[in-house]
């Protein structure tokens, strides 16, 4: 099929970071949320797989539930065969070939479309379907199913004009190219439940740079993956460029994996689970036609650290918005602090007050700062790490739990006294936070047992008014994480503002929402053409 040329050099939109609503009471964007909320959650969603623009109903279903009601079922998904996972990489491997021949302008101006909708008319779809799914907040869900993956979809066509914009040195003689492809064979894309916005990212990336993908998302955030696959439909995004296939992770990344066309994995969970994606990888390197790519943000055993000299108030709400916005399941989110003595006192007075003061249920309360936990595993887990607190350190705040109607926890700070408890050292990914108070003197100390407490290096934070001190943390701690804060949670990282991922057990540190990450999904094509070709095999030193 021939298409007319377009010549001239294209510039996409500036990217510009999309402002966050307050959903203040009485405002239209909260009066036509909630209505959406009342909709959406009287609704039970069917969610089929789809390869190559095929929707397929296998009768083999799971549910998806209300985490803060979970006898309400919000939709049924099916679960994909091992036929129909080599079906779907089948249809990947098929439909590269067509859109990685597209300009690269076409593909972003799917991406921009996507953004644009969602700005618009899909904002409160897929705000409701993350405040019911994942039990998140108002704020929480702005921030991440509207925001961000707004953000990311802009910022990462910009990105790539970049990118693609990047060219070596020529000269009269000859002419220097970098022609960015995209990988040979698919991208296997598995996402987690905390954010909406990663399950559009994390399959979107290596599609904007031509390549096809197979998206695995998880199981408890299916409801606003699904929303999402629907949305980049809508934008123009052609059929068997991502295939949406829900089912068992084992499963299907045992195919996946192992498969000859695997060109990359983009990855976001646990490390346990990552680990054993790269220990698969490395035994079937002999099978693949390319070394796959492998990305991935994993764990976090988060820090907040606090100099003498920090002011108490703001450590105080760092710390409880660090530890427990989102309910704690952030891989960024605070989970072990340390503070001086001197400051103990009344951080910890201001930390027990605030947490008083904050109202826990229903999302669709929106006077609620904190929900339910995503599901009874995770519930079971926090509740297991609170009853041994209960004996073996000291409940400074929290420790409730009731699974009754939906799977709550309390917001729960522990004191300990040994720098090596469990809490301090285990990710928990729950709203727990763990301090260790330690002697004034002993401040250098502390920072060696920040650094080497925990094999994670994903996001950390330190609180001083002393600029020494701010030294001192930002080169003790300087491999300690991927995204550090000074004066600030050690969460919220914005798009285009702070490039997210950390080193050590937390991941491959890409940077999402950067030029960096952009680069790991194209294989670079270096051509030179010589004007003027040499006619005399002898060079001048033979002479």
């Given at each position: 099929?021939?298409?007319?040329?377009?010549?001239?050099?294209?510039?996409?939109?500036?990217?510009v970071?999309?402002?966050?609503?307050?959903?203040?009471?009485?405002?239209?964007?909260?009066?036509?949320?909630?209505?959406?909320?009342?909709?959406?959650?009287?609704?039970?969603?069917?969610?089929?797989?789809?390869?190559?623009?095929?929707?397929?109903?296998?009768?083999?279903?799971?549910?998806?539930?209300?985490?803060?009601?979970?006898?309400?079922?919000?939709?049924?998904?099916?679960k994909?065969?091992?036929?129909?996972?080599?079906?779907?990489?089948?249809?990947?491997?098929?439909?590269?070939a067509?859109?990685?021949?597209?300009?690269?302008?076409?593909?972003?101006?799917?991406?921009?479309?996507?953004?644009?909708?969602?700005?618009?008319?899909?904002?409160?779809?897929?705000?409701?379907?993350?405040?019911?799914?994942?039990?998140?907040?108002?704020?929480?869900?702005?921030?991440?199913a509207?925001?961000?993956?707004?953000?990311?979809?802009?910022?990462?066509?910009?990105?790539?004009?970049?990118?693609?914009?990047?060219?070596?040195?020529?000269?009269?003689?000859?002419?220097?190219?970098?022609?960015?492809?995209?990988?040979?064979?698919?991208?296997?894309?598995?996402?987690?439940?905390?954010?909406?916005?990663?399950?559009?990212?994390?399959?979107?990336?290596?599609?904007?740079?031509?390549?096809?993908?197979?998206w695995?998302?998880?199981?408890?955030?299916?409801?606003?993956?699904?929303?999402?696959?629907?949305?980049?439909?809508?934008?123009?995004?052609?059929?068997?460029?991502?295939?949406?296939?829900?089912?068992?992770?084992?499963?299907?990344?045992?195919?996946?994996?192992?498969?000859?066309?695997?060109?990359?994995?983009?990855?976001?969970?646990?490390?346990?689970?990552?680990?054993?994606?790269?220990?698969?990888?490395?035994?079937?390197?002999?099978?693949?036609?390319?070394?796959?790519?492998?990305?991935?943000?994993?764990?976090?055993?988060?820090?907040?650290?606090?100099?003498?000299?920090?002011?108490?108030?703001?450590?105080?709400?760092?710390?409880?918005?660090?530890?427990?916005?989102?309910?704690?399941?952030?891989?960024?989110?605070?989970s072990?602090?340390?503070?001086?003595?001197?400051?103990?006192?009344?951080?910890?007075?201001?930390?027990?007050?605030?947490?008083?003061?904050?109202?826990?249920?229903?999302?669709?309360?929106?006077?609620?700062?904190?929900?339910?936990?995503?599901?009874?595993?995770?519930?079971?887990?926090?509740?297991?790490?609170?009853?041994?607190?209960?004996?073996?350190?000291?409940?400074?705040?929290?420790g409730?739990?009731?699974?009754?109607?939906?799977?709550f926890?309390?917001?729960?700070?522990?004191?300990?006294?040994?720098?090596?408890?469990?809490?301090?050292?285990?990710?928990?990914?729950g709203?727990?936070?763990?301090?260790?108070?330690?002697?004034?003197?002993?401040?250098?100390?502390?920072?060696?047992?920040?650094?080497?407490?925990?094999?994670?290096?994903?996001?950390?934070?330190?609180?001083?008014?002393?600029r020494?001190g701010?030294?001192?943390?930002?080169?003790?701690?300087?491999?300690?994480?991927?995204?550090f804060?000074?004066?600030?949670?050690?969460?919220?990282?914005?798009?285009?503002?702070?490039?997210?991922?950390?080193?050590?057990?937390?991941?491959?540190?890409?940077?999402?929402?950067?030029?960096?990450?952009?680069?790991?999904?194209?294989?670079?094509?270096?051509?030179?053409?010589?004007?003027?070709?040499?006619?005399?095999?002898?060079?001048?030193?033979?002479?």
């Amino acid at each position: 099929m021939s298409f007319a040329a377009f010549d001239g050099t294209r510039r996409v939109p500036p990217a510009v970071n999309e402002p966050v609503r307050s959903y203040a009471p009485g405002s239209p964007e909260r009066l036509s949320l909630q209505t959406r909320l009342e909709q959406m959650a009287a609704e039970e969603v069917e969610i089929p797989i789809v390869i190559g623009g095929r929707r397929i109903h296998t009768g083999n279903t799971g549910t998806v539930r209300m985490p803060c009601d979970h006898q309400h079922v919000l939709a049924t998904y099916h679960k994909a065969t091992p036929e129909l996972v080599h079906e779907a990489i089948a249809a990947a491997v098929a439909a590269r070939a067509e859109w990685a021949s597209w300009r690269w302008e076409e593909r972003a101006a799917v991406f921009l479309r996507a953004a644009e909708l969602l700005t618009t008319t899909w904002r409160n779809t897929l705000l409701a379907s993350t405040m019911l799914g994942q039990a998140k907040t108002v704020h929480q869900a702005e921030i991440d199913a509207t925001c961000e993956l707004i953000d990311f979809w802009r910022f990462n066509v910009q990105f790539a004009q970049e990118l693609y914009a990047e060219q070596p040195i020529s000269d009269h003689t000859m002419w220097n190219q970098l022609d960015y492809r995209p990988l040979e064979g698919f991208v296997y894309a598995v996402t987690p439940f905390n954010f909406t916005a990663i399950g559009g990212n994390l399959p979107g990336a290596p599609a904007l740079m031509g390549n096809a993908v197979l998206w695995k998302p998880s199981a408890t955030a299916l409801l606003s993956s699904w929303y999402t696959y629907l949305l980049l439909e809508e934008a123009g995004l052609p059929a068997g460029v991502i295939n949406f296939i829900p089912g068992d992770a084992s499963m299907i990344s045992d195919i996946a994996l192992t498969h000859r066309d695997l060109a990359g994995v983009h990855f976001t969970g646990s490390t346990g689970v990552f680990n054993s994606m790269w220990e698969t990888v490395g035994k079937n390197m002999g099978k693949y036609r390319s070394y796959p790519r492998i990305v991935g943000e994993t764990g976090g055993k988060d820090f907040i650290v606090a100099h003498p000299s920090a002011d108490p108030q703001a450590l105080a709400v760092g710390m409880v918005r660090g530890a427990f916005e989102y309910q704690g399941q952030k891989c960024s989110a605070a989970s072990r602090a340390y503070i001086p003595a001197s400051l103990w006192p009344t951080v910890k007075e201001r930390c027990i007050a605030m947490m008083g003061e904050m109202k826990q249920g229903d999302t669709r309360d929106f006077s609620n700062f904190v929900a339910a936990v995503i599901d009874e595993r995770a519930f079971n887990r926090l509740k297991v790490a609170i009853d041994e607190a209960k004996g073996n350190a000291t409940i400074v705040a929290g420790g409730y739990y009731d699974n009754s109607k939906g799977w709550f926890i309390q917001p729960t700070i522990v004191e300990t006294k040994d720098p090596n408890y469990r809490t301090l050292c285990e990710e928990l990914f729950g709203p727990l936070l763990t301090v260790y108070v330690y002697e004034d003197a002993q401040w250098l100390d502390t920072l060696k047992i920040v650094d080497g407490t925990s094999p994670y290096a994903l996001t950390g934070a330190v609180f001083s008014r002393d600029r020494q001190g701010v030294r001192e943390a930002m080169t003790h701690l300087r491999n300690a994480a991927g995204n550090f804060y000074v004066n600030d949670k050690p969460t919220g990282a914005v798009v285009g503002q702070q490039p997210f991922g950390g080193a050590r057990g937390s991941g491959t540190n890409d940077k999402a929402g950067s030029k960096s990450n952009l680069m790991r999904w194209v294989s670079t094509r270096t051509v030179k053409e010589t004007f003027s070709s040499p006619l005399d095999w002898k060079y001048p030193f033979l002479g």
